[in-house]
């Protein structure tokens, strides 16, 4: 089984999210967060004590994260130190409220720069002509992306949101050339974990990240940069502001261009069911 989880902590933090408390995969969710740092040393036999679950059940919730096994699992030690780095070192910056204040300014004023009104028309053509829409984010990325899905509907535009706390390729396969895949990796991390599968679908695909490493141009047919700089692999008011920013102009030119005079929700083109799709709906009736 190929991994498809891009961060293992977001992918157990998806689980207590999306899980009741009593439930078997809260509950292991819960326990590997909390021993996260020792991951190394754990033991599965100790994991199914602790868990009241059995070595087999632990699989299968490895699996349904994305993991393989266990043993999977614990080769994502060294994810902790990352994340430790990542959120605490640019949250422990002296003066942080000036800092922050100035780096929000200043990214604002970049963003106006780069995202001019011809890029910002296209992409929301794109986005109007295309049958389907996907957002391609990490979970952790997702709450910006379900912002713009909410205000789009109202918009008449239903734009569907996939994250690597989902089956991925189930979603991907089926997009055509009159699909759009909207992929959002601000570090370009998700973006390249993310490769293989990006690459599968047939789709217009369209980047916004910081990143600026040339091998996004052999994926993707257009790539949007948030920042004139590359901002790779630190968490920057980019990662926390920058999408936020970004999804909020498009959103206004693309209500600006659509939205008819007295009308407040237009009528939904709905696409028809490709056929993988609809197979699908009928095995799962079955």
């Not at 028309?121 to 002509?129: D, F």
């Not at 990796?185 to 690459?199: C, D, I, K």
């Not at 047919?221 to 920013?245: F, M, P, W």
């Not at 069911?273 to 095995?283: A, S």
Request: one cysteine or more; proline letters at 3%; a negative charge.
């Amino acid at each position: 089984m190929k991994r498809t989880a891009f961060s293992l902590m977001t992918a157990l933090l998806a689980v207590m999210n999306e899980s009741e408390p009593g439930d078997p995969y809260y509950v292991l969710a819960q326990y590997f967060l909390y021993h996260f740092d020792q991951l190394k040393e754990l033991n599965i036999y100790d994991v199914a004590d602790a868990c009241f679950v059995s070595r087999s059940g632990i699989r299968r919730f490895c699996q349904s994260i994305g993991f393989d096994n266990f043993s999977d699992i614990k080769a994502e030690a060294e994810e902790w130190k990352r994340q430790c780095n990542y959120f605490i070192g640019y949250g422990a910056r002296p003066q942080y409220k000036d800092y922050l204040s100035q780096q929000i300014t200043e990214m604002m004023e970049e963003i106006n720069r780069l995202i001019t009104p011809t890029v910002l028309n296209r992409l929301a053509e794109q986005i109007h002509a295309s049958r389907n829409v996907v957002l391609f984010t990490s979970d952790f990325s997702g709450m910006t992306a379900r912002g713009f899905q909410q205000s789009m509907v109202v918009m008449g535009k239903l734009v569907l949101i996939v994250t690597d706390a989902q089956n991925i390729p189930g979603y991907l396969q089926d997009l055509t050339e009159q699909d759009l895949l909207l992929t959002v990796s601000v570090t370009g991390n998700f973006a390249t974990v993310m490769e293989p599968l990006v690459r599968k679908t047939a789709a217009c695909k369209v980047l916004i990240t910081v990143n600026h490493d040339r091998c996004f141009w052999a994926m993707y047919d257009q790539v949007i940069y948030l920042s004139e700089k590359d901002n790779a692999n630190a968490r920057t008011v980019y990662s926390q502001y920058g999408t936020n920013y970004f999804f909020d102009i498009l959103y206004s030119c693309y209500v600006q261009k659509y939205l008819d005079n007295g009308r407040q929700q237009g009528p939904f083109s709905e696409p028809s069911l490709l056929e993988n799709t609809k197979n699908r709906v009928q095995k799962r009736l079955e």
